[in-house]
């Protein structure tokens, strides 16, 4: 059953930012760039920002027997560009701020974004158009942990800033 809420939750991220990140810049007053690289996989860097957003794992809970509880655990990797000036950790911290609040702040606080078919601009979903959880899955997302890294990439000369949220969420589904 983890594999069914997996591959909805990596769809439902990337829509979801694309859905409120204009909002989100706006709101905390922030000069960054809108995300426009949108990834589930590795791929040659092409421009920046550049978001991997990766399914890291799904943890059971003992739950009644009509029930399946689970946490799943995602990842949000988002390169924001070259550790060349001063700018580069204040770039990267506003992006972090962005990505929280787009998750904390702006998406439904009662989940509906979770479950609802939403707009979503992504090769691996040619409808356009997610595939979203069973209404009333979700039970909790908690932001488990913010980064903020250097990292080497073959394409670039100089290291890359990168951010990273891993989100946990708590689900429950019908056994």
């Known amino acids: 059953m983890c594999a069914l809420l997996a591959k909805p939750s990596l769809n439902q991220a990337i829509a979801i930012i694309q859905a409120y990140?204009?909002?989100?810049?706006?709101n905390l007053?922030?000069?960054?760039t809108p995300i426009?690289?949108?990834?589930?996989?590795?791929?040659?860097?092409?421009?920046?920002?550049?978001?991997?957003?990766s399914y890291e794992g799904t943890a059971f809970t003992e739950s009644?027997?009509?029930t399946r509880e689970q946490h799943l655990l995602l990842v949000l990797a988002l390169e924001t560009g070259n550790f060349d000036s001063e700018l580069a950790q204040d770039?990267?911290?506003d992006y972090m701020r962005m990505l929280d609040y787009i998750f904390t702040v702006l998406s439904a606080p009662d989940f509906t974004d979770w479950e609802t078919a939403l707009s979503i601009v992504h090769e691996t979903v040619p409808g356009g158009v997610t595939t979203p959880w069973v209404t009333g899955t979700v039970k909790e997302i908690f932001i488990e942990r913010e980064?903020?890294?250097?990292?080497?990439?073959?394409?670039?000369?100089?290291?890359?800033m990168q951010v990273s949220l891993h989100i946990r969420f708590d689900l429950e589904e019908a056994s």
Do not use: C, Y
């Not at 990140?21 to 706006?26: C, E, K, L």
């Not at 426009?36 to 957003?53: D, S």
């Open 147 to 160: 980064e903020q890294s250097l990292v080497v990439r073959d394409e670039f000369k100089k290291p890359i």
């Open 91 to 93: 770039n990267a911290i």
């Open 64 to 66: 009644s027997e009509n």
């Open 29 to 32: 007053g922030l000069s960054v």
């Open 36 to 53: 426009q690289e949108f990834h589930k996989g590795p791929k040659t860097r092409t421009a920046m920002p550049w978001l991997t957003v």
């Open 21 to 26: 990140q204009a909002q989100a810049i706006a």
